[in-house]
C-alpha cells in the first residue's frame, strides 16, 4: 500500500524561501504530484517528478529522491498569495488513481 | 472554456435524506473521481471511474454511489447510511491517453455539503 507524510503547518515571511517536504512509502513508483489549494477551493497542479534532481517553474522548484521515497517543493521570493494548503499525491494502480497526503499549511506572514 | 464544473457550491440537508452532487466535465476525459476532504486534511477517495458505466471503490465507499452513464457526467449520492456526510466534496477528471499515463488530475470547485 502506500503511506505519504507531510508536516502539517508551516510558517514564513513574505520574501523568504520555505522548503515544504513530503515522504512517502509505495509498493511501485510511478511519480509524484504536488498541488497547491488556497482554502476553500480546488487544488491546482504545480509539478509532477518522476525522474531523481531538481524541476524549477519560476518561484517553485520540486526535487525527489526515489532511492530516500523523499520529495520536496521549494517556493522562492515568497509573496502573500502563497498562503494555502500543498498537498503531494502518488499514483496508485497504474495511475488510475491518487494516494494524497495530508497536506501543509502555509501560511506567510508580512 | 474547458473545466469542471460542481453544483452547488454549498448544499444543506437535513439527516436522514439522500443528496446527489453534481460534477460535470467538458474536457473530453475518460476518468472521473470523488474526493472527500474534511478540515485540515488531505483528499480522500471515495469512488472513481476509467471509462462510461464503469466504476470503482475507493477507500472510503461506504455510504455512497455514483453513476457514470455518459463520458461527461459522474454524479455523487451521499446516502442516510453514510455516517458523518459533513464535508468538502471534490469532483475530478483526468486524461487516461496520451503523452504520459500519469497525466495530472482537474479538480472542480467543490461542494460544501453540511447535514443539519
Known amino acids: 500500500g502506500q503511506n505519504i507524510d507531510q508536516p502539517t503547518e508551516m510558517t514564513a515571511t513574505e520574501g523568504a524561501i520555505v522548503q515544504i517536504n513530503c515522504t512517502y512509502q509505495?509498493?511501485?513508483?510511478?511519480?509524484l504530484f504536488w498541488y497547491q489549494q488556497h482554502a476553500g477551493e480546488a487544488p491546482t497542479f504545480l509539478s509532477y517528478?518522476?525522474?531523481?534532481g531538481l524541476e524549477e517553474k519560476g518561484r517553485f522548484s520540486s526535487f525527489l529522491s526515489r532511492s530516500k521515497g523523499y520529495s520536496y517543493l521549494l517556493l522562492k521570493e515568497l509573496q502573500m498569495k502563497d498562503s494555502a494548503s500543498y498537498l503531494c499525491?502518488?499514483?496508485?494502480?497504474?495511475?488510475?488513481?491518487?494516494?494524497f497526503g495530508p497536506g501543509t499549511r502555509l501560511s506567510v506572514l508580512p | 472554456d474547458g473545466g469542471i464544473t460542481q453544483s452547488p457550491k454549498y448544499l444543506f440537508r437535513k439527516e436522514g435524506q439522500n443528496v446527489t452532487l453534481s460534477c460535470e466535465q467538458n474536457l473530453n476525459h475518460d476518468a472521473m473521481y470523488w474526493y472527500r476532504q474534511d478540515p485540515g486534511q488531505g483528499l480522500r477517495l471515495i469512488y472513481y471511474?476509467?471509462?462510461?458505466?464503469?466504476?470503482q471503490k475507493g477507500d472510503i465507499a461506504e455510504g455512497y454511489s455514483v453513476s457514470r452513464e455518459k463520458k461527461e457526467s459522474f454524479p455523487l449520492t451521499v446516502t442516510s447510511a453514510q455516517k458523518n456526510p459533513t464535508a468538502f466534496y471534490l469532483c475530478?477528471?483526468?486524461?487516461?491517453?496520451?503523452?504520459?499515463?500519469?497525466?495530472?488530475?482537474?479538480f472542480g470547485p467543490g461542494t460544501r455539503l453540511t447535514v443539519l
Open positions: 499525491a502518488v499514483p496508485n494502480n497504474y495511475g488510475q488513481n491518487f494516494v
Open positions: 471511474s476509467q471509462i462510461v458505466n464503469d466504476f
Open positions: 509505495t509498493s511501485g513508483f510511478n511519480g
Open positions: 517528478n518522476v525522474l531523481d
Open positions: 475530478a477528471s483526468k486524461r487516461t491517453s496520451g503523452r504520459s499515463p500519469y497525466n495530472e488530475q482537474f
